[in-house]
């Protein structure tokens, strides 16, 4: 059976320090791959997403990055964070297109910065 | 753009009551429509979902049905109970769009025993 996976749970980090987050995918082959934030009051935001390794698309312009080294790997990344980019982080993947097939989400991680 | 609307929360119901989550999209072509939940401190599953006018999805007791003609999706459950209280996204996919789903803002949910 497939499973999502992200990691850490938690995490506090300044304003001005860099962020990586890490979401694994397993049980499946090439994957469609999404990265979303939820802050409150705002619903759920499309940050990126990845039809394939090295393609990646972004949806808002940000100071974050999404990078696709690995087939069932999506990394989110920062060099330098924000206040405003406290949140929750929730990685997601689908099977195929997104109009035919469920999105799987993994559990978040909520990232506050200080 | 494609867009969703959905009822501002939070709605607070006892239980057993009635519930309905009102859900209007915007869509350039015929989107798949889904409602996903998220239970305190999760990620968000699938509740439901429709594929085309006049489907009717259901799970748990939930239900939402494909409207074309009024653009809607309105989740329903005859009859609520605590474990009900989560967050639920209207959310749609236009195979028009890209490969990607548009959510709503989200509606929490609680149930009151």
């Known amino acids: 059976s497939q499973t999502i996976h992200q990691w850490p749970a938690t995490l506090v980090q300044p304003v001005g320090s860099p962020l990586s987050l890490e979401c694994t995918v397993e049980g499946t082959s090439n994957p469609n791959l999404y990265w979303y934030r939820q802050a409150a009051g705002r619903g759920l935001q499309l940050l990126f997403y990845s039809v394939g390794i090295g393609q990646i698309s972004s949806e808002v312009p940000q100071n974050l990055s999404a990078s696709r080294p690995q087939d069932r790997q999506f990394i989110l990344s920062s060099k330098k964070l924000l206040l405003s980019d406290s949140g929750f982080y929730l990685c997601?993947?689908?099977?195929?297109?997104?109009?035919?097939?469920?999105?799987?989400f993994g559990p978040g991680t909520r990232l506050t910065v200080l | 753009g494609d867009s969703v609307t959905q009822m501002e929360g939070p709605v607070t119901l006892s239980e057993e009551a009635c519930l309905t989550i009102?859900?209007?999209?915007?869509?350039?072509?015929?989107?798949?429509l889904f409602w996903y939940v998220q239970y305190p401190g999760e990620g968000l599953q699938l509740l439901l979902k429709?594929?085309?006018?006049?489907d009717k999805g259901s799970n748990k007791g939930f239900e939402a049905t494909y409207r074309k003609e009024t653009t809607s999706f309105h989740l329903e459950k005859g009859s609520v109970q605590v474990s009900d209280s989560a967050v639920y996204f209207c959310?749609?996919?236009?195979?028009?769009?890209?490969?990607?789903?548009?959510f709503g803002k989200g509606t929490r949910l609680h149930i009151l025993p």
């Open positions: 959310a749609l996919s236009d195979p028009n769009r890209d490969d990607k789903i548009i």
């Open positions: 997601a993947w689908s099977e195929g297109l997104a109009h035919d097939n469920e999105q799987f």
């Open positions: 429709a594929t085309k006018a006049d």
């Open positions: 009102n859900c209007t999209y915007t869509a350039t072509g015929y989107p798949s």
